[in-house]
């Protein structure tokens, strides 16, 4: 499996981005898809997620209310829609494919995109 993320960048606080993950050699729709984010100098933490059956939905607290994880099987993607960004929002956002761990850490994933650097201006 492989997951190539993009649509990070530069924005100011307030703005909105849409991050996308595309997956190949797997139907996204086999596994639970997740965003986590890397700040500098921090671990990386769990953002959402979205449940390969049912479709249910997690978000970190944070973001709960602005951020949106959506999946588009026909186009075997999946999607982070940001909206009133803040500085605090500003990592490397990281897209994982994986099964029902029991838990959003990063232990024990397997599957990672390589990361797209989302940087929100104040």
């Known amino acids: 499996v492989q997951l190539q993320a993009c649509g990070g960048g530069l924005v100011q606080a307030g703005g909105s981005l849409r991050l996308s993950c595309a997956v190949s050699?797997?139907?996204?729709?086999?596994?639970?898809m997740g965003w986590f984010r890397q700040a500098p100098g921090e671990e990386r933490t769990f953002v959402a997620a979205?449940?390969?059956?049912?479709?249910?939905?997690y978000y970190t607290d944070s973001v709960k209310g602005r951020f949106t994880i959506s999946r588009d099987n026909a186009k075997n993607t999946v999607y982070l829609q940001m909206n009133s960004l803040k500085p605090e929002d500003t990592a490397v956002y990281y897209c994982?494919?994986?099964?029902?761990?029991?838990?959003?850490?990063?232990?024990?994933?397997?599957?990672w995109g390589q990361g797209t650097l989302v940087t929100v201006s104040s």
């Open positions: 994982n494919a994986d099964g029902d761990l029991g838990n959003w850490g990063t232990s024990g994933r397997r599957y």
């Open positions: 050699g797997q139907t996204v729709s086999s596994y639970d």
């Open positions: 979205i449940r390969r059956s049912g479709g249910y939905t």
